[in-house]
């Protein structure tokens, strides 16, 4: 008997093959030096660019409490992926200060550090989500090679700058495919986990920051209080924090329904 193979995975492996190839075809994509020009640059207690700096701890948080809570919590929630989980909000953590040293002193050198940590929590998502939608056991196996798919995608483009012909794609489509991709598994496949709410909201997180650190100066110009970069960590650590409100929100149903049973024994 052949192998059933379903809709859900042919689409999937088309759209992912659409934008890899999109991403491949292009011509290579420089670090734009602008990049690096962040309108918000005051200082504060002899730190240079203190807000981009600070609004870094957010991911502090979030990463800290989301790895005590899976440490403590995850044979309950995040049976046999506690792994993936523990990566991901050390990802999350770490991104607090590979984001702060790049803001201290932004630089292509500093940027690594900055992008370094991102990749494993993109990476330690894809597998989250495998294992949510898919297979758990594929989704350790796969979690190793996500983690080095994404460093590798980083120092590719370091390489490539130091050599003075930067190439941004590889990193461009760890970034971007499992943002793009990942919805259609959860609206595809959305009785097979409770966290697809909550996925959504990581998702929509993630865009709204993106479109923050777009309109840096245009935020920033109204009343020069607060930049659109500053605003970017605040709401892209909201991400990892819808991710970890759904788990505790699994943990609470878990609990009611034992206790449920329990009461009518």
Do not use: C
């Not at 796969?142 to 012909?165: K, R």
């Not at 996925?199 to 479109?211: E, P, S, V």
């Amino acid at each position: 008997m052949k192998p059933h193979v379903s809709w859900q995975a042919v689409a999937l492996l088309l759209i992912v093959a659409v934008i890899v190839a999109v991403a491949l075809f292009v011509d290579p994509i420089p670090q734009d030096p602008a990049y690096h020009a962040f309108v918000d640059r005051r200082g504060f207690l002899g730190m240079p660019n203190f807000l981009n700096v600070m609004s870094n701890l957010p991911f502090v948080i979030v990463g800290a409490w989301g790895i005590a809570f899976v440490v403590r919590f995850g044979a309950d929630v995040v049976a046999g992926t506690r792994a993936a989980w523990l990566v991901f909000f050390g990802g999350v953590f770490l991104t607090a200060f590979g984001s702060g040293y790049y803001h201290f002193a932004p630089g292509n050198d500093t940027l690594v550090w900055d992008r370094l940590p991102m990749t494993i929590g993109f990476m330690s998502f894809v597998a989250i989500v495998i294992a949510e939608y898919l297979s758990v056991r594929e989704a350790r196996a796969a979690l190793l090679p996500l983690l080095l798919l994404g460093a590798a995608s980083v120092f590719y483009w370091a390489h490539t700058e130091a050599l003075g012909a930067g190439d941004l794609r590889p990193y461009a489509i760890v970034q971007f495919l499992p943002m793009l991709a990942i919805p259609f598994v959860v609206l595809a496949l959305r009785s097979r986990s409770d966290l697809g709410p909550y996925i959504g909201w990581m998702i929509g997180f993630y865009f709204t920051a993106k479109l923050l650190e777009y309109f840096d100066s245009a935020v920033y110009s109204a009343g020069a209080i607060v930049s659109g970069h500053s605003l970017k960590h605040v709401a892209a650590s909201l991400a990892p924090a819808s991710l970890l409100y759904g788990l505790m929100r699994r943990r609470y149903h878990a609990a009611r329904t034992h206790e449920s049973t329990e009461s009518n024994r």
